[in-house]
């Protein structure tokens, strides 16, 4: 079991451009996640999903777009990236059948916007 | 609106010494709490959780946290610092009437000192 993976794990932009990371997992879980983590801010939520097909807003979705075509994967874009988007990605994955929502996460993509 | 407060950004201890980080949350139904922590550079994982039962919960490494529902607080304690455990540690809760989402604290930055 691999569990959630991400890619890339680090990447260099220049302002405007874009990108796609990915995130997949392999324990069939049926809600994933994508936060960014910002120094003295903890974890934000950008967007997530709980399903197959499906994806809601989190905290902070401006200027990111998901999509969920597989159960397993979780695409993170970012159409014209700013500079305030230099963040560490996090993915995460959770059951969705428990009562309780523990996650599990990704190691991370680290992304700089010049 | 649910909400997670870690009290100090930052903790220092000895090694050998104590640890105590702090979480309050506020809910007048008692949720499910976890503890995550995360290594340098590294993602989140699981330290410990309180679902049901036993209000003293143990976790990995030696860590321990105790549910106390007239206080809404889920402090985690470790009796002897070791160097490995610096690192950043982040309360979590998962409301009973949503499994959707975690509520995050803003983490709390253990240091070691020799």
């Known amino acids: 079991n691999a569990g959630v993976t991400q890619t890339p794990k680090f990447r260099v932009l220049k302002t405007g451009q874009s990108m796609t990371l990915l995130c997949a997992q392999d324990?069939?879980?049926?809600?994933m996640y994508w936060y960014r983590q910002d120094p003295g801010m903890g974890l934000r939520l950008i967007h997530y999903?709980?399903?197959?097909?499906?994806?809601a807003k989190g905290e902070v979705p401006d200027g990111y777009n998901v999509s969920r075509l597989k159960k397993q994967n979780f695409l993170l874009g970012l159409e014209s990236a700013a500079p305030s988007q230099t963040s560490v990605y996090f993915c995460?994955?959770?059951?969705?059948?428990?009562?309780?929502?523990?996650?599990?996460f990704g190691p991370g993509t680290r992304l700089t916007v010049l | 609106a649910q909400s997670v407060t870690q009290l100090g950004s930052h903790v220092s201890v000895s090694e050998g010494a104590l640890v105590l980080l702090r979480c309050n949350y506020s809910s007048s139904v008692p949720p499910y709490l976890f503890w995550y922590v995360q290594y340098p550079n590294q993602g989140l994982q699981l330290l410990l959780k309180y679902t049901t039962g036993a209000t003293l919960v143990k976790g990995i490494n030696g860590f321990e946290a105790e549910f106390k529902k007239s206080e809404t607080s889920f402090h985690l304690t470790k009796p002897s610092a070791h160097m490995s455990d610096a690192a950043e540690y982040f309360c979590a809760v998962s409301p009973m009437d949503s499994n959707y989402q975690l509520i995050w604290g803003a983490g709390t930055k253990l240091i070691i000192k020799p």
């Open positions: 999903s709980v399903g197959e097909g499906t994806t």
């Open positions: 324990m069939n879980h049926e809600y």
């Open positions: 995460a994955s959770a059951r969705g059948e428990s009562p309780y929502n523990e996650q599990f």
